[in-house]
């Protein structure tokens, strides 16, 4: 059965800095991507970055370009979101998604392209 577990939402204050992690497990393959995801409140589902494990490779949507890096450590199956420079517009609930079919950048902000998913956690940016 496959598992990601997410961690390190929260408040903080615009400019503050998270670290969310996604732990995945269960994965026979080790070419696969994590995604992560955002949900603000009354909007769709938004994908904003994803990294490749294999290989490293990683995509990022323009909203959070800059400011937020992912990396992975593949000895642990988990793919980390560092996000800076937060403001109020990063508000939402972050979720990451994994698949073994997607084993390349392009397209991989798609959500109908994993077919495994974190229980998501919320970020709130107050002031």
């Known amino acids: 059965e496959v598992q990601l577990v997410e961690s390190g939402g929260g408040l903080v204050q615009p400019g503050g800095s998270l670290r969310l992690s996604c732990a995945a497990s269960?994965?026979?393959?080790?070419?696969?991507?994590i995604a992560w995801f955002r949900q603000a409140p009354g909007k769709g589902r938004e994908g904003i970055s994803c990294?490749?494990?294999?290989?490293?490779?990683?995509y990022y949507a323009d909203s959070i370009k800059g400011r937020f890096t992912i990396s992975s450590d593949n000895a642990k199956n988990t793919a980390y979101l560092q996000m800076n420079g937060l403001k109020s517009e990063d508000n939402g609930v972050y979720s990451c998604a994994a698949d073994g079919s997607v084993i390349e950048v392009f397209g991989c902000y798609a959500t109908e392209k994993y077919a495994y998913w974190g229980q998501g956690t919320q970020v709130t940016v107050y002031y």
């Open positions: 269960g994965l026979i393959s080790d070419r696969y991507a």
């Open positions: 990294i490749i494990m294999s290989d490293g490779t990683r």
